[in-house]
């Protein structure tokens, strides 16, 4: 038996198993009048009617008005009426209980459709709290339906968008899942909501006036004011979605635009240096014929060095230009990073000629990293090293393990940071104000190595004493935790 009808049955065995107790209990044992009889009677149909509902008081009404009849109305025992008078107790009885049923049903109805407008506006409430936390479509899509089966309590939830003909689902299969085309068909026509006779509400979803799509919810009892402003919570809260990702994508452009502009001002500064000095010799060499070879060997010689200098500046502008605009692709794989820093070593090893290089290897899982990339933040670390300090002053390379991340570290003796700059050294075309300048860079190493290092979702630091030595760090993610 449907769990529905046994809840019936037994209500009815309860009401009239009481209606039984109150009439024996008054025929057998409390001798009091009709009037008593009839109002305990009117009272207990009351209590019915509000508890249980009309359908319970009305039947009950009519077997307490045989039984009133039979027991308690003379000649007792029999189902006739002497008195004229009694037929209009038994009236008056019949129809106090019917109207007083009724009225207790309306209250009780109204009471539970208050109650019911009261979860339902509860339930709006925490569905718009839900919905507008969603940041951008993609999340909101992916969660929407979850949000819905879980706030809503329906059993099935299905979002399906016409764009891009796309359906999000939670919950059991909807006993009617339609297939894209039979959604995409609804999503255009349906006017409003409407609910199947299986039970399952579809609700169209807009974007001011124009179809957007569809959501559909399966046994879900709310009134259809309520399935309309879950569809119109659901579709402001995608409107809202679509804003917030438009103003991102806007600011993401400003912004790019602004690192763009700021990369060529201080680009098209950091060219000047080197076009005057080839400038200038190139003028002094070419007006004046007299210039002894040994200053004629320094010009020529500046003129190289300027222009190599600029070849090498432009090239990590544009370098760091595709690494920030994401154009650069980087392979990632799990790598050894024992191999990477023999070939790190390799590349650069003329720099590192003058300089006793220790590399303290422990046993490291592999890395999950570009190898490419990884050489080239390690080459410019070294020949930093090495460029910053003494000849033949030590340089220390080492790696180890820090939960899901491997540290690598290079360390030397050379002529380390002020602390005010530490920050400074990793933007773009910044160089130490101390005996850096006398060096040769460009300034942009570091800038390089930091976008590439986040690029592996990690970050590169520095602890230096002025005179004393630097230690750059950075971070690669283990492969087999991060795979
Ligand atoms: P470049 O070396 O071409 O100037 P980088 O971006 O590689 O550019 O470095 C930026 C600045 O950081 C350098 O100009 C230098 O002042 C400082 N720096 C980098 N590495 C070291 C180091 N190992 N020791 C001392 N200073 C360093």
């Known amino acids: 038996m449907k769990p529905k009808r046994y809840i019936a049955l037994t209500q009815w065995i309860i009401a009239v198993a009481v209606l039984g107790a109150i009439v024996t209990a008054y025929h057998r044992w409390i001798h009091v009048n009709p009037t008593t009889v009839a109002l305990t009677l009117v009272l207990y ?93 993609v999340q909101l899509l992916s969660s929407l339906p979850a949000i819905l089966l879980r706030v809503s309590g329906t059993s099935s939830v299905i979002v399906y968008l016409l764009e891009g003909d796309r359906i999000y689902q939670a919950g059991l299969p909807g006993p009617s899942v339609e297939n894209p085309a039979q959604l995409r068909q609804l999503a255009l026509s349906l006017p409003d909501v409407e609910t199947t006779p299986d039970g399952t509400v579809r609700i169209p979803l807009r974007a001011g006036v124009r179809p957007r799509g569809l959501l559909t919810l399966a046994d879900l009892e709310l009134s259809s004011e309520s399935y309309r402003a879950i569809g119109g919570l659901a579709s402001i809260a995608l409107d809202r979605a679509h804003a917030l990702e438009n103003v991102a994508r806007a600011e993401a452009n400003r912004e790019s635009e602004r690192l763009r502009t700021l990369l060529l001002d201080s680009i098209t500064h950091e060219l000047r240096t080197p076009l005057t000095a080839i400038k200038g010799a190139a003028s002094t060499l070419l007006t004046n014929d007299e210039v002894p070879s040994e200053a004629r060997h320094e ?19 544009v370098e760091m230009a595709q690494i920030e605009a994401r154009e650069v692709h980087m392979n990632f794989g799990p790598a050894d990073l024992g191999g990477i820093l023999s070939e790190a070593c390799g590349t650069c090893g ?37 460029k910053y300090s003494a000849a033949n002053s030590p340089i220390f390379v080492a790696a180890e393990r820090k939960d899901t991340t491997v ?9 380390g940071i002020d602390p005010a700059e530490q920050d400074l050294i990793f933007d773009r075309l910044y160089r130490a104000r101390n005996r850096t300048m006398q060096t040769g860079g460009t300034g942009m190493g570091l800038a390089i190595s930091r976008a590439i290092v986040e690029a592996h979702g990690n970050t590169i630091a520095v602890t230096s004493q002025a005179g ?9 993610p283990v492969a087999e935790e991060n795979a």
């Open 45 to 137: 149909i009351l209590l019915l009617a509000a508890r249980m509902g009309l359908r319970y008081a009305v039947g009950v009404s009519l077997m307490a008005a045989l039984c009133y009849n039979f027991y308690f109305l003379p000649p007792m025992g029999t189902l006739t009426i002497s008195d004229p008078e009694n037929w209009l107790a038994l009236f008056a009885f019949l129809a106090t209980s019917v109207v007083g049923s009724r009225l207790s049903q309306q209250a009780r109805d109204e009471a539970e459709l208050a109650q019911a407008r009261h979860r339902e506006v509860e339930l709006l409430l925490s569905l718009s709290r839900e919905l507008l936390q969603a940041e951008d479509v």
């Open 299 to 317: 010009l020529l010689s500046i003129v190289d060095e300027e222009a190599d200098r600029l070849n090498r500046l432009v090239g990590q502008a």
């Open 350 to 386: 003329s720099v590192l000629s003058e300089h006793p290089v220790t590399v303290t290897l422990p046993e490291l899982p592999r890395v999950l990293c570009d190898p490419k990339m990884i050489v080239k933040v390690l080459c410019n670390l070294l020949e930093n090293a090495a």
């Open 407 to 415: 540290l690598v570290s290079v360390a030397d003796r050379g002529i």
């Open 468 to 476: 004393h030595g630097s230690v750059f760090t950075f971070g690669l």
